[in-house]
């Protein structure tokens, strides 16, 4: 009987783990990404964050590597603002959204999604979330109509269907390019910095 129990117990912690990891971020946590326009460039201009490869993908790197005033003003290094994580197709929705879209800068009107939660006690931010029935240069990134019907409120990196390893913690980490991904023969380097408030214990399922 006690092992019958256990195996129901089991089943039922599997089950919830499949439907989510994690839950929202605090207010004040920031995705914010940083670009080296070409990445052959980088260990002249920046040799401590030399890392843009594939086998470089979601490694933590120096702090340096995401502050725009750490590099030289040759090398044309450049930030965005911190992901809004709101609706780009609805400017009166404020909301922000766990599981959101942004428009990619090498190729405007084409899209990604991100997941941003806390996982594990941390803030975990994942790539290449792609919807259901897409797969890499199959439908994703996505076009804008594709976008908007896949944007979701409440979610983490497996209701996302993201792509691990995803980055987890603060800090400054090597982000997904085009030419990580085999999309494009695009050389800007990407970095992306994780901030904010550390994740409160009921925010983790």
């Known amino acids: ?16 783990g499949a439907v989510a990891l994690g839950g929202p971020v605090p207010d004040d946590a920031i995705v914010q990404y940083f670009r080296a326009p070409d990445h052959d460039l980088i260990k002249d201009f920046m040799p401590d964050c030399d890392f843009w490869r594939k086998e470089d993908l979601a490694k933590k790197v120096p ?3 995401c502050d725009v005033k750490a590099w030289p003003v040759e090398s044309k290094f450049s930030s965005t603002p911190p992901d809004p994580r709101t609706n780009p197709f609805n400017k ?3 909301k922000k959204y766990a599981c959101y879209v942004r428009e990619r800068l090498p190729a405007p009107g084409t899209y990604i999604r991100n997941a941003f939660a806390c996982e594990r006690g941390q803030l ?3 790539e290449g979330c792609r919807p259901t029935g897409t797969s890499m240069g ?8 594709t976008a908007e019907q896949n944007q979701e409120l409440n979610g983490d990196s497996r209701t996302c269907n993201c ?4 980055y987890a913690g603060a800090g400054c980490f090597v982000a997904l390019s085009s030419f990580i991904a085999g999309v494009g023969p695009d ?6 910095k994780l901030a904010g408030s550390a994740c409160p214990p009921e925010a983790e399922l």
């Open 1 to 16: 009987m006690l092992r019958c129990i256990r195996r129901a117990l089991g089943a039922l912690v599997f089950a919830l």
């Open 63 to 65: 702090d340096k590597c």
């Open 92 to 94: 009166q929705d404020k």
């Open 124 to 126: 975990k931010l994942s």
């Open 138 to 145: 199959k439908g994703y990134p996505m076009n804008a109509s």
């Open 163 to 166: 792509d691990p390893p995803g």
């Open 187 to 192: 050389p800007t380097a990407n970095f992306v």
